[in-house]
């Protein structure tokens, strides 16, 4: 079973929480996973066991969370302002779904120690061209086993930018938002990417597509 969260704050609630980035809001969204905080996405051993998705508005801010885990209302969201949806499993049964996908595209660089070797990880920078952009949307889609249909175009709205404080640090991820019709092609690997999110820096915000099924 899985479950999707609504929870829906109004500005005067976020400034009061402290919610002033997206590291914040990471930090609150495992609110919703009673004890389980020690594993929040510093761990690097664990997954963050959920996906999430901001989305302000003129009014208020809603936070979406989807888990295999069922969440808990967090004691910072009023209760009128949270909704908790269970997915039907035969909801990802579909060969063809509209899909809204907020992603932080990154390509990998390489970064050197002070030897002249080269890390493990090295470094990621963000993909600011909307032609690489599409190019990496059709990478994941293949890697995650599915594809951006042809029918309808894909629409790229680029360029937002989330700065952040981790541990004394500051962090930018910059947020780009694919919206397009995909055509399952191996269901296994699909189901996966839904639950586990598409691309990096998924513990602050990233990854989550919201899908509709639709009959072609």
Not at 37 to 46: L, S
Not at 111 to 117: E, H, I, L, T, V
Request: charged share 30%.
């Amino acid at each position: 079973m899985s479950w999707l969260a609504s929870m829906k704050l109004d500005y005067e609630t976020v400034a009061r929480e402290r919610l002033t980035d997206s590291y914040r809001w990471h930090k609150a969204a495992w609110k919703a996973f009673p004890g389980m905080e020690n594993g929040t996405a510093d761990n690097h051993n664990k997954r963050t066991p959920f996906l999430s998705r901001l989305t302000p508005s003129y009014h208020d801010v809603e936070l979406l969370i989807l888990s295999q885990i069922k969440p808990e209302r967090p004691v910072w969201c009023p209760e009128t302002r949270f909704r908790l949806t269970e997915i039907n499993p035969g909801f990802l049964s579909h060969n063809h779904y509209l899909f809204d996908l907020y992603a932080n595209p990154t390509r990998k660089v390489k970064k050197k120690n002070p030897d002249g070797s080269f890390t493990k990880h090295g470094n990621r920078l963000a993909i600011l061209d909307p032609v690489k952009q599409l190019e990496w949307l059709e990478r994941k889609a293949m890697e995650n086993g599915f594809a951006i249909s042809e029918r309808l175009k894909p629409e790229i709205i680029s360029g937002d930018s989330h700065s952040f404080h981790k541990e004394g640090k500051r962090g930018l991820h910059i947020g780009v938002r694919f919206k397009g019709l995909l055509d399952v092609r191996d269901r296994e690997r699909f189901t996966e990417a839904f639950y586990r999110g598409i691309g990096s820096a998924k513990g602050f915000g990233f990854g989550m597509m919201i899908i509709k099924p639709i009959t072609i």
